[in-house]
Nanobody, 116 residues
C-alpha cells in the first residue's frame, strides 16, 4: 500500500505561479511512475505530468513549457512547479503513483484556482 498526500494548492492570479507537493509513504519502493492529474468541474480527470524512476518525464500538451515536474527519490516526494498559470488551469490536482504491478494510488486532491 502507498499513501499520497498533496499540499501547496491555493488561489493565484493569471500569470502567476504555484508549486504543488506530494509526499508518499508506505511501500514507496514499489512506485515506478509518479505524477499529477487534475479535474475541473464537469470534466473528467486528466493527465498533467509524470516521471519515472528512470528519469523520463511526460507532460500534457496544455501545460508543456509552463509546468515542471520533479522528484526526490530519497525523500519520496515530488512536486509540480506551475508557471504562467491560466484560468483554465483551475482544477483539483491529484497526486498519482503507479507501481511496477500497475496498481494506482491517489492523493486526496488539492484545489488550484486561477483568477483572471
Amino acid at each position: 500500500q502507498v499513501q499520497l498526500v498533496e499540499s501547496g494548492g491555493g488561489l493565484v492570479q493569471a500569470g502567476g505561479s504555484l508549486r504543488l507537493f506530494c509526499a508518499a509513504s508506505g511501500s514507496t519502493a514499489s512506485l515506478n511512475i509518479m505524477g499529477w492529474y487534475r479535474q475541473a468541474p464537469g470534466n473528467q480527470r486528466e493527465f498533467v505530468a509524470s516521471f519515472t524512476r528512470g528519469g523520463s518525464s511526460m507532460y500534457a500538451r496544455s501545460v508543456k513549457g509552463r509546468f515542471t515536474i520533479s522528484g526526490d527519490n530519497a525523500k519520496n516526494t515530488w512536486s509540480l512547479q506551475m508557471d504562467s498559470l491560466k484560468p483554465e488551469d483551475t482544477a483539483v490536482y491529484y497526486c498519482h503513483g503507479r507501481t511496477w504491478r500497475a496498481d494506482d494510488y491517489w492523493g486526496q486532491g488539492t484545489q488550484v484556482t486561477v483568477s483572471s
